[in-house]
Nanobody, 126 residues
Framework: VQLQASGGGLVQAGGSLRLSCTASGDNLRNYHMGWFRQAPGKEREFIAARSRPGSGGNAYYADSAKGRFTISRDHAKAATYLQITSLKPEDTATYYC??????????????????WGKGTQVTVSS
């Protein structure tokens, strides 16, 4: 599976972005898809995931992400999106999409993801 994240950029605080993750190489319907971010000097942090259709296709969010982040999937395009609103300077990080096939209990853990995209940089100015 090859993943490619895009849609990052420089945005002012209060703005919005939609990140995209496109995939190829396998049937993504068999995978949970997640978004994580990593700021310099920090560990990779879970933001949101959406389970594979066979596991319900439900969305899961980190507590810190509820309200401003929305994850969605377009299976016809093998794409996963992360809509971010009311951006804050502390959202500045590299955002990564990942694909996982583990049990739902591991959906928020980076080490349970098999495949990663290269990441897209989001920088929020104050």
């Amino acid at each position: 599976v090859q993943l490619q994240a895009s849609g990052g950029g420089l945005v002012q605080a209060g703005g919005s972005l939609r990140l995209s993750c496109t995939a190829s190489g396998d049937n993504l319907r068999n995978y949970h898809m997640g978004w994580f971010r990593q700021a310099p000097g920090k560990e990779r942090e879970f933001i949101a995931a959406r389970s594979r259709p066979g596991s319900g296709g439900n969305a899961y969010y980190a507590d810190s992400a509820k309200g401003r982040f929305t994850i969605s999937r377009d299976h016809a395009k093998a794409a996963t999106y992360l809509q971010i609103t009311s951006l804050k300077p502390e959202d500045t990080a590299t955002y990564y999409c990942g694909a996982s096939r583990v049990a739902l209990s591991g959906i928020g853990q980076a080490n349970h993801y098999l495949y990663w995209g290269k990441g897209t940089q989001v920088t929020v100015s104050s």
